[in-house]
């Protein structure tokens, strides 16, 4: 059963159509990893889902509910409720900087009122604990090393208990040394079937961990399956090309 349906997906930044056609489904507990060449829609495609970019064509469903449906988006309240089922994990982090670690985790749930006190700060204790950060609870990000960030980045995401995580190149503004901390807690994840969409360069982790790889080019997916089927047996020529490359 499909979680999430993205079906004609379509959207242009004025004559450029970044987006052309997207379909893909996501099952629950899938690992989706989405690569390819850099400027090929992978974050745009990401970023509709949570309606940081509104498509200009297209249908995205999340858990039933729909984000927009033939190009018309939902009312506000729905697109609400359709957002709170996935949290996202940026490029850079995107910490406040005025706020300790433990204030970043808890400061969403605090506004949304829906829960204790007590509940909240159970439960970030409960997550830098799992991310291995428990030290760092009262410090602030510009002490912390972009592993580390990154890792908050995560836990800070799952304090609000989304059924979907979404990752939009988690890795790629870390050094090589840091890059393998971050990904061990996504791995952690996988193995605890959290349903996840991955934007990456690291096919290593794609191909280690997801059970689905979609190849994004020019705005479009042009082929998606099985990782050991994808990467070992490509089908389309650009996929050949693109692996031949990254690969090496």
Known sequence: MAIIEIHNLKKSFGPLEVLKNITFNVNKN??????????????TMLRSLVHLEEVNGGTICVAGDYLVKDGVYSKPQEIKKVNSKMGMVFQHFDLFPHLTVKENLELAPRLTK???VTAIQQRSAELLAKIGLSDKATVYPSKLSGGQ???????RALMMNPEILLFDEPTSALDPELTGEVLEVMKDLAKEHMTMIVVTHEMGFAQEVANQAVFMDGG???E????SE????????RTRAFLNRTLK
């Open 230 to 237: 994808l990467f070992t047996n490509p089908k389309h020529d």
């Open 149 to 155: 960030k990154q890792r908050v980045a995560i836990a």
């Open 224 to 227: 998606a399956g099985h990782p």
């Open 30 to 43: 899938d690992v989706v990893a989405v690569i390819g060449p850099s400027g090929s829609g992978k974050s």
């Open 114 to 116: 829906r829960e204790s």
């Open 220 to 222: 479009e997916i042009v």
